[in-house]
């Protein structure tokens, strides 16, 4: 039998991992205590999605358990053992902000949760493949030090630059910057899950993540920008814009593409091996260009408001140069860019809020 295992999977990235895997193998095991409420709040909730894979797919087993819980994650490892040729490892405490007001419990949940799974990974199945989410906020604020311009509608990075072309590339140094509370949970997850690839020879590839969206994302204010930007411009609810003028840029990668991306990588895998991974030139925005679109998708007029202070260590400017991934893996490319994806969030939106 072929065993996947999602953490996270009943949330934006782990979902739609449990639904292109869930053709790909026998079993499709996912792992969600959905935390995410307990951080966000009853509108980040992502229970409903995990109702909604239990219903729809047959080859899918959810344990509602939590990945901070060693005893507990070990049974299902000894369970499965090596029938487990996938772990994709998305379960996380995703925000910043929230990260500062519990730095135990985030670190515990990105740091702490990550080194499980990777133990018992190399315990029971050390052949399998293993995917870890990781963050570009391990380059901490390093980004807003580039070259920037002040344009019409977004700050933009000078032409002159080397990542003017394709964006901010995998050498920029993770040292010497703020990161955040969160950004350093992340860190520490990041260079173990290399780590576990280089000195125990496992199959493992750390992906940075720009913005990830899609449709099924419980967008709330601390995150999920796009998924919570098209929220209120549906639902006319008021948007605070941090700092920067709204003129921040995000490049945007639709949960599918990513997903896309992490087939690619298990049927090549690589050992220990980091990339970034987004929108790139192909899917950014700015705010205020994210708030036009989401006016133009939806025929609504957004209300939203400035405040003048930006979120600690938010990035002003940050495009994935994916050029390492593509040249790794030359068969993969974008398919959704940021329209398709709003129109999709749009539409998925409207069944549900
Ligand atoms: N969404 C983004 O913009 C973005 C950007 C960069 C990196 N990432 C990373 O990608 C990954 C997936 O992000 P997402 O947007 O799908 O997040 P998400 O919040 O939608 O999904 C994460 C899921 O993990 C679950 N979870 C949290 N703590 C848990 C725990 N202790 N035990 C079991 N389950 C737990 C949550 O309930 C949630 O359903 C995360 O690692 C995140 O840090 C996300």
Known sequence: MSVAIITGSAGLIGSEAVEFFASKFDKVVGIDNNMRQYFFGEEASTDWNKVRLENSISNYEHHPMDIRDYAAAEKVFQKYGSDIQLIVHTA??????????????????????????????RLHAPKAVFIFTSTNKVYGDNPNYLPLEEKETRWEISEQHPYYTHGIDEHLSLDHTKHSVFGSSKVAADIMAQEYGRYFQMNIGVFRGGCLTGPRHSGAQLHGFLAYLMKCALTKKPYTIFGYKGKQVRDNIHSRDLVELFWHFYQAPRQGEAYNVGGGRFSNCSML?????????????????????????????????????????????????????????????????
């Open 289 to 353: 260009e994210g708030i036009q679109l989401c006016e133009q998708i939806t025929s609504n007029k957004m209300q939203y408001s400035y405040s003048e202070t930006n979120r600690i260590g938010d990035h002003i400017w940050y495009i994935s140069d994916m050029s390492k991934f593509r040249k790794h893996y030359p068969g993969w490319t974008w398919k959704y860019n940021l329209e398709d994806t709003l129109t999709q969030m749009f539409e998925e939106m409207k069944k549900r809020v």
């Open 92 to 121: 996380a405490q995703p925000s910043h902000d929230w990260a500062a007001k519990e730095p135990l419990t985030d670190f515990h949940v990105n740091a702490t949760g990550t080194l499980n799974l990777l133990e018992l990974t």
